[in-house]
């Protein structure tokens, strides 16, 4: 998945708009949406189990 961060010009001030593939989410600060992009990265990278009658086959 690509999360991308970028400011965007409003003529009240910034907003920040995090990305995410073809879906947009956008935030009142850069900082707001860097946490947001960290926690969603962390979540992604995280190890993941599937229920047990749910498992993948391998081999």
Not at 25 to 40: G, N, P, Q
Not at 47 to 58: C, D, I, K, L, S
């Amino acid at each position: 998945m690509k999360i991308l961060i970028k400011a965007l010009a409003k003529s009240k001030g910034t907003q920040w708009q995090v990305r995410l593939d073809q879906d947009a989410i956008t935030f009142r600060s850069e900082a707001e949406a860097r946490a947001f992009a960290d926690t969603l990265q962390n979540r992604i990278q995280a190890p993941h189990r599937f229920p047990q009658g749910q498992q993948r086959a391998t081999g």
